[in-house]
C-alpha cells in the first residue's frame, strides 16, 4: 500500500483558496448582474455602447476572484449600491417591468435579484473577512 503526503499544492485549505459562501454569493451576484444586463440589451433595452452596469461587475468580480479580501468585497457591495440606487431611480427599471416584452421583464427581474443579493452577500463577506489574506 503506498501512503501519499500532503502538501501545499494537494490540501487547499490555505486561506488564499477557500472561499467562504458569502465570497462566492457575491461572485455569483456581480455574474448575474451583468448577464441580466446582456438580457435587458439583448431584448432591446436602450443602453450605451460600452455599458457601465456590463462593464463595472465583471471588472469587479474579476478582482474579488483574483483578490478575495474586505477591499475587493467592500468595492463589490458599493457596487452593488451604487447600481441598485440608479436602478431604484431611473424610470427605466419601472418601464422594463411594464413593457410587456417577456424577455425584458424576466431580465430586469434578475437584475433586481442580483442586486439585492449582491448588497446582502457583500455586507456578509466584508463583514466576514478577518484579514488574514493580505
Same mark, same amino acid.
Given at each position: 500500500?503506498? /501512503?501519499?503526503? *500532503?502538501?501545499? &499544492?494537494? +490540501? ?7 472561499? *467562504? ?6 461572485? *455569483? ?42 477591499? /475587493? /468585497? ?10 441598485? /440606487? ?11 417591468? %411594464? *413593457?410587456?416584452? +417577456? ?7 434578475? &437584475? ?15 463583514? %466576514? ?6
Amino acid at each position: 500500500m503506498k /501512503t501519499t503526503t *500532503s502538501t501545499r &499544492e494537494t +490540501t487547499r485549505n490555505d486561506t488564499g483558496t477557500a472561499r *467562504s459562501p458569502a465570497v462566492v454569493a457575491t461572485l *455569483s451576484a456581480l455574474l448575474l448582474l451583468a448577464a441580466s444586463i446582456a438580457g435587458q440589451i439583448a431584448a432591446g433595452a436602450d443602453y450605451p455602447i460600452v455599458p457601465p452596469g456590463l462593464v463595472i461587475p465583471l471588472v469587479v468580480a474579476g478582482l474579488v476572484a483574483w483578490r478575495t479580501n474586505r477591499w /475587493t /468585497t467592500g468595492l463589490a457591495l458599493g457596487v452593488g449600491l451604487f447600481i441598485g /440606487t440608479g436602478a431604484i431611480l431611473t424610470p427605466n427599471t419601472g418601464d422594463h417591468l %411594464s *413593457s410587456g416584452d +417577456t424577455a425584458l421583464i424576466a431580465s430586469t427581474a434578475a &437584475e433586481l435579484v442580483a442586486l439585492a443579493t449582491l448588497v446582502i452577500a457583500g455586507v456578509a463577506a466584508t463583514l %466576514s473577512r478577518n484579514g488574514t489574506r493580505r
